[in-house]
């Protein structure tokens, strides 16, 4: 997910971040604001990943937002 897509879909996906990094206060969110690499360094600051830890486990779960739901039949 690009940068102008994570800014154009920040206020949905803010919920999901908060349960996934439970640690991210709605002020470490403001200030993010949809910046992909703010909240990357956040990641490293509060979780202390590494840059690349951070960076996949962003990746990791925005594509499992993206993966499609599997319909019963």
Same mark, same amino acid.
């Given at each position: 997910?690009?940068?102008? /897509?994570?800014?154009?879909? +920040? !206020?949905?996906?803010?919920? *999901? /971040?908060? *349960? +996934? +990094?439970?640690?991210?206060?709605?002020?470490?969110?403001?200030?993010?604001?949809?910046?992909?690499? *703010?909240?990357?360094? !956040?990641?490293?600051?509060?979780?202390?990943?590494? !840059?690349? *830890?951070?960076?996949?486990?962003?990746?990791?779960?925005?594509?499992?937002?993206?993966?499609?739901?599997?319909?019963?039949?």
């Amino acid at each position: 997910m690009n940068e102008d /897509i994570l800014k154009g879909q +920040w !206020k949905q996906l803010r919920g *999901q /971040i908060k *349960q +996934w +990094w439970a640690v991210l206060t709605d002020d470490d969110l403001d200030k993010i604001n949809g910046r992909r690499e *703010q909240l990357i360094g !956040k990641l490293q600051e509060k979780y202390g990943f590494t !840059k690349d *830890q951070a960076t996949r486990e962003l990746d990791d779960r925005l594509a499992q937002l993206r993966q499609p739901i599997p319909m019963g039949r």
